[in-house]
């Protein structure tokens, strides 16, 4: 375990703002901390990057107590904060050389890794502009490269693409999965689909608790039931899908019925069936599949 | 802390704001030292740089808080705090290296008063005839006024993350500490009045300009730059 937080509470004047948070990172994988609004994702991340002390818990970093040795954890770790601040009135290269001069980094070795980070990031054409020039999307790489300069094994990202356009986004999540190989990540949004687009791992927070710890594709598969949507121009009796294998069905309007199925093939079957024998007639079925969006929804509510 | 040193003093000098601070320090000493009829060295006709010596202080009021009030202020306003408290930087690192440019700077604003005590020198007649180990006290007891103001601003600009309340609090602490406490003193009397003169700023200034260096008041001094650094240090922690 590469990052390990244990039991984690942080108290905000009387209210528990992370009640017993627990989960873990393994080297090499995207973890997603998934939640609504105030749900505790930044606070719980502030706490593992040391910049608060929480009520109660441990955080260990590559086996290292981050609470009790920040001075050794905090290089091992590269956070880029909620909001992204930067020093707006600095320039581009010159902000991070300062960066990688504060975690220690000097001479040829801080030149190297600033000329590195300016060329992942595709920041070079920008690097002599101010930072208060630059647009949402090209900060946000100013922030990425500025924690990734000490070439962190661990890497916390808060909410880092709030506020994109559509393609700052694809750029970005494309960033983030590159700097990822080899190394431990954590990301938080609340946004369903970046978990889907980039994130191996799953935790699921609201309300301070930890509701969903699991990869990704397991949440999937536990969410892969399907639904089917029949409609006719005739009346629809729900005494007749009483026959079916379905787990459950409802109606939506008198002649529209949702059959939820574990087996969708059999239960497209089963209905062909029943309209001909009951001679109906057929206006669409429709298929759908209840996405991340709807788990995440339904968890969270 | 060599890179957060050098990036508060570029800070500084990259901006117009910082030029404009130190000139028009410069401008308002060279007025009262040389210009204005009432305080000028010229009509007093003494070769004597005390009036330096006793406007710079209130001078210093102002412009020590003017340059500390954004040190500490801004970074927690914008939020930089959080890139600076996560990195490997302990919070007296961070305090340390922030005071150590802003003496820096308080230092580069005086030097340049250097040259008013060879215009004098010149001036004097015979050439030379000035109270040396007074104007040197007097000027070591300057850059000590302005390391104990620069702590008390960087106090000031821990306390708030508004920038402007910071000045003004800074102009407020630094003022109490240097005029009122004597003035509070001159109220009293006695016992009492003796021990509350030995509080105030003006009292060790004094003590200094005289030409003395007494071991006393250069403790008493560096004793008020780590009350107020530590005072940053504890408030900081807290937040």
Excluded at chain 1, 185 to 194: N, P, V, Y
Excluded at chain 2, 7 to 14: C, L, M, Q, V
Excluded at chain 2, 92 to 117: C, D, E, G, H, M
Aim: charge should be neutral; hydrophobic fraction near 45%; charged fraction near 20%.
């Amino acid at each position: 375990m590469s990052l390990e937080v244990s039991q984690l509470t942080k108290i905000y004047s009387s209210q528990k703002v992370l009640d017993g948070v627990s989960f873990s990172v393994t080297p090499g994988r995207i973890l997603g901390f998934l939640g609504p609004n105030g749900a505790g994702k930044s606070t719980t991340m502030k706490i593992i990057c040391g910049y608060l002390a929480p009520d109660g818990g441990a955080v260990s970093i590559l086996g290292k107590n981050a609470l009790t040795a920040p001075k050794q954890v905090s290089p091992l770790i590269g956070y880029l904060p909620e909001h992204n601040p930067l020093y707006v009135d600095m320039y581009v290269r010159e902000f991070l050389e300062f960066s990688g001069g504060i975690y220690g980094l000097s001479g040829n070795k801080l030149r190297q890794r600033v000329l590195e980070m300016l060329q992942k990031t595709g920041l070079e054409p920008e690097q002599h502009k101010k930072i208060s020039q630059l647009s949402k999307g090209y900060r946000q790489r100013v922030g990425l490269a500025r924690a990734l300069i000490h070439d962190p094994k661990v890497i916390i990202l808060d909410e880092p693409t709030t506020g994109l356009d559509p393609n700052q986004l694809v750029e970005i999540r494309a960033l983030i999965k590159e700097v990822a190989t080899h190394k431990t990540l954590i990301l938080s949004t609340h946004i369903m689909q970046e978990v889907e687009a980039i994130c191996d791992d799953v935790v699921i927070i609201n309300k301070g608790k930890i509701l969903v710890a699991d990869s990704l594709e397991n949440l999937k598969s536990s969410a892969s039931e399907i639904q089917l949507i029949l409609e006719t121009e005739e009346e629809l009796d729900l005494q007749w899908f009483t026959q079916f294998d379905s787990t459950k069905f409802g109606t939506k309007g008198k002649s529209e019925v949702i059959i939820s199925a574990p087996n969708a093939g059999e239960a497209r079957k089963e209905i062909m069936q029943l309209i001909q024998q009951r001679k109906l007639n057929l206006i669409s079925l429709n298929q759908s599949k209840k996405n991340l969006e709807q788990i995440f929804r339904e968890i969270t509510r | 802390m060599k890179s957060l040193f050098w990036k508060e003093i570029n800070a500084f000098f990259g901006s117009l704001l910082g030029y404009l601070v130190l000139a028009l320090f410069l401008v308002a000493l060279g007025l009262i030292v040389w210009v204005f009829p009432e305080s000028s060295v010229l009509s007093y006709g003494f070769a004597d740089l005390e009036v330096l010596f006793s406007y710079t202080p209130y001078v210093f009021t102002f412009l020590i808080p003017a340059l500390s009030m954004r040190i500490l202020a801004e970074e927690r306003k914008t939020g930089t705090w959080e890139l600076l408290r996560t990195s490997p930087l302990s919070i007296l690192q961070i305090v340390l290296a922030k005071y150590l440019a802003l003496l820096t700077l308080v230092f580069v604003a005086i030097l340049p008063t250097l040259i008013y005590y060879f215009s004098i020198v010149q001036l004097g007649d015979p050439i030379g005839n000035l109270d040396q180990a007074g104007f040197f006290g007097s000027w070591i007891g300057l850059i000590m006024i302005g390391a104990v103001f620069a702590a008390v601003g960087i106090f000031s600009s821990a306390l708030t993350s508004q920038q402007v309340l910071a000045f003004v609090l800074g102009v407020f602490l630094c003022f109490v500490l240097y005029f009122g406490f004597s003035a509070a003193a001159d109220l009293q009397a006695g016992n009492f009045a003796y021990w509350l003169e030995e509080f105030s700023l003006s009292y060790h200034y004094i003590s200094l300009s005289r030409g003395v260096i007494d071991s006393r008041d250069i403790f008493f001094l560096v004793g008020m730059i780590w009350l107020f650094l530590g005072g940053t240090i504890i408030v900081l922690r807290s937040k």
